[in-house]
């Protein structure tokens, strides 16, 4: 038996109408960070090849830490505009091929406008030098201060120094703001987290995620690979001596069962008062760090945000649309806040969120309907909370009371959950839930008569006991349609040793009834009258979490769930500028890309596997002659029988090649779960041209004391 969906992207651009330029999904990669572009470029964008000034690059630029390490910068600059704000993105990605696709469509275009755009690669990757340890290290920050004294220290900058980023980049520049560097004026933050614990890719709710064992085998492949030797005549040495010190972190990240000091070092939520700069936050509903825009406007003063229907992108190059003009929006804010420029943007809404419609599930969705809605600040004074009680017979909305609803779930719930962070088109978002549903214990709302529209995050309270000393349960809110179809509008899981506290875990004492609250994601979402509301309960959530020691049975006592009803308006109360972008890059693709994703039975074991393929075809720089080539795989296998036998790992391979030069390096990471532990196993290997000349081993078990 095998359920397969599987997409095929081109990579390439059309002339679409009015001279706008449609931009196709640009390689399959199921939601890490690969080649140039795992970016799923899916609306139209208008290139923009004319600018106020004309556009200078510097291809290499060496910034000399105290240390004595070079880190390498790639700048460019308005000609003729004298002194200027600098404007920073730090990451460890790759400025010469990694991230080069997206790179060359924004970076310039703030050049264009008047400023000095700087890329530079972090320690240990891409050009520069030194070693990488882990991500977020006091070592990261503090280069990242020094990178902005030095640019403000240039007789091109005014002063003024600016800082973005998407994911890692929009993390370490709210990290970098926390420090108080002097000439770090403003951020823009997009896809990123104030909380490490709570909100990123390791722990939810403090459940072990999956993507922690993904995360790890990400960093394993994409630090392992070489900086360019045209830039780098010691790029041999250089490279052994990264391959050499090449940590797999997925069982150090596995180990902090709790929100310890590991976690609370960057998560600027431990002293929201250190933040003194202008913060602008993009956040995207089908990405899982859509939290962060409402904590930075409750919490930061000044802070503004806009909330679209996007996956993990950049919002002018994301799916689903609308994608929206990011780079005006980000130049709105550097204007202001770097040059000085009086145009109201302190004025704007301090919360602006695409209120998304009902519409059919669909896990490649390239749009979504919906309304953009402007508030003036958090919590929104359209808000009312309403109660709604979990009533025995699976009704949710009902008079309430005693319940004595049992909730175990079998061990493959959870296929139709998407990835954590979705990239694209391939199948990444949120499927049709049914499938999940029919595993769950449901509650159902009454049919609506009318549309019912939310905005906020849903507060699940339950009185519950447990059979097992560790256990934890998933919330599910849904939108049912009349045809049985299920939409996925937030999701919260808790981890049940957290109950009391996300520092001090304790166990459960089985039999004993506790009381729990599980908060659900944000959400902005309109019900179509005539459909009904589901809450979803599972005590399973596989792979987007790792499943609980042993199969545990909670028996449900009471609840109830706060729903956050908003008085949304007809019609939309902000209207975002188009996407706009500079032009792309000069490349040519020698071999197509292909992605796949599917579902795997075997009749004969009962195993399930979720499996996804990408590779991104061998493409070639024609400025400076790279040819990179990408190509990932990653297994995740559960065993109905026996639940707490789970499998997950994932494989990469990393191609780099001009003329004769050739290098590859392939990493597999896996993570095996048994009751007792995490079983850790990765190997990374690096070959030049057909030699091989680094093999290692990593093998580490991690004790499940809460998880």
């Known amino acids: 038996m095998l359920l397969a969906f599987a997409a095929v992207c081109a990579f390439d651009g059309v002339k679409g109408k009015g001279g706008l330029f449609l931009l196709r999904p640009v390689f399959g990669w ?98 520069s030098q030194g070693l990488m340890t882990d991500e977020y290290t006091a070592q990261e920050l503090q280069d990242a201060c020094d990178v902005i004294a030095w640019l403000a220290a240039q007789d091109w900058c005014n002063g003024a120094v600016g800082m973005m ?57 994409y630090s392992s690979r070489p900086a360019d030797p045209v830039l780098r005549p010691d790029w041999r040495a250089d490279w052994l001596a990264r391959l050499e010190a090449e940590p797999f972190l997925a069982p150090r990240w596995a ?45 930061v003063a000044g802070a503004k945000a806009i909330v679209g229907p996007w996956v993990h992108q950049y919002p002018h190059q994301a799916v689903p ?48 309907k919906g309304i953009w809605l402007a508030e003036d600040a958090l919590p929104s004074t359209r808000v009312t909370v ?13 008079a309430g009371g005693a319940l004595e609803q049992v909730v175990c779930t079998p061990p493959d719930l959870g296929l139709m959950a998407g990835e954590f962070f979705p990239m694209g088109l391939n199948a990444e ?4 839930q049914a499938r999940d549903d029919a595993l769950s214990v449901c509650f159902e709302g009454a049919v609506l008569d009318a549309p019912l529209a939310m905005q906020g995050a849903a507060r699940l309270r339950l009185r519950l006991r447990s059979d097992k000393p560790r256990a934890f349960i998933v919330a599910r809110l849904c939108d049912v349609a009349p045809n049985g179809q299920s939409v996925r509008i937030a999701h919260g899981m808790l981890n049940l040793c957290h109950r009391d506290s996300m520092e001090a875990p304790s166990h459960l004492a089985p039999g004993e009834d506790v009381d729990v609250e599980v908060v659900l994601d944000d959400m902005a979402y309109r019900v179509a009258a005539g459909h009904h509301l589901r809450l979803a309960l599972s005590t399973t959530y596989w792979p987007f979490l790792c499943p609980s020691p042993e199969a545990a049975t909670l028996t449900l006592l009471k609840g109830s769930i706060s729903l956050p009803i908003h008085s949304a308006a007809a019609a939309s109360e902000w209207a975002p500028p188009p996407p706009r972008a500079a032009r792309a890059w000069n ?25 996804v393929e990408d590779r991104s075809g061998r493409v070639e720089n024609l400025d400076h002659g790279l040819i990179t080539e990408e190509n990932y795989a990653e297994r995740f296998e559960i065993d109905p029988a026996n639940p707490s036998d789970s499998l997950a790992q994932n494989d990469w391979t990393q191609c780099l090649s001009r003329g004769d030069w050739q290098v590859r390096t392939q990493a597999h990471a896996e993570m095996r779960t048994t009751p007792e532990t995490l079983q850790f196993y990765a190997k990374l290997q690096a070959w030049e041209g057909e030699v091989l000349v680094f093999e290692r081993e990593f093998s580490e078990d991690v004790p499940r004391d809460f998880v």
């Open 30 to 127: 199921q939601g890490r960070l690969g080649i140039f572009a795992k970016m799923k470029l899916g609306a139209f964008m208008q290139v923009v090849t004319e600018f106020p000034f004309a556009v200078m690059e510097e291809e290499d630029v060496g910034i000399v830490m105290p240390d004595g390490c070079r880190l390498s910068a790639r700048i460019w600059r308005a000609k003729g505009a004298g002194a200027v704000p600098a404007i920073l993105e730090y990451i460890p990605y790759r400025k010469r091929d990694g991230t080069l696709a997206r790179d060359e469509q924004m970076h310039p275009y703030f050049a264009g406008h008047g400023y000095a755009a700087v890329r530079v690669d972090m320690r240990g990757n891409g050009d």
């Open 165 to 221: 980023g998407k994911s890692w980049g929009g993390f370490n520049c709210l990290q970098t703001a926390f420090l108080q560097p002097p000439a770090l004026k403003a951020v823009v933050t997009v896809c990123s987290t104030t909380d490490r614990f709570a909100d990123d890719i390791h722990f939810k709710g403090g459940c072990l995620l999956g993507e922690n064992l993904g995360w790890g085998g990400v960093m394993l492949s």
């Open 255 to 299: 180990s902090h069962q709790a929100r310890d000091a590991y976690w609370t070092h960057g998560s600027i939520c431990e002293d929201f008062s250190r933040m003194q700069v202008p913060v602008l936050s993009f956040s995207g509903w089908a990405d899982n760090y859509m939290n962060t825009s409402a904590h930075l406007v409750r919490n």
């Open 321 to 368: 649309g609308p994608a929206i003009g990011f780079l005006d929006e980000a130049l709105r804010w550097w204007d202001r806040w770097l040059k000085g420029v009086q145009n109201g943007a302190e004025s704007d809404p301090a919360y602006r969120t695409y209120m998304l419609d009902s519409a059919a599930p669909d896990a490649s969705a390239p749009h979504r």
């Open 386 to 398: 309403a109660e709604m009680s979990l009533t025995a017979g699976g009704v949710l909305g009902g």
């Open 429 to 432: 978002m949120p499927g049709d």
């Open 587 to 611: 490349h040519h693709a020698h071999t197509p890309p292909h992605s796949a994703r599917r579902l795997e039975a075997d009749l004969l074991t009962g195993k399930l596997a979720l499996v």
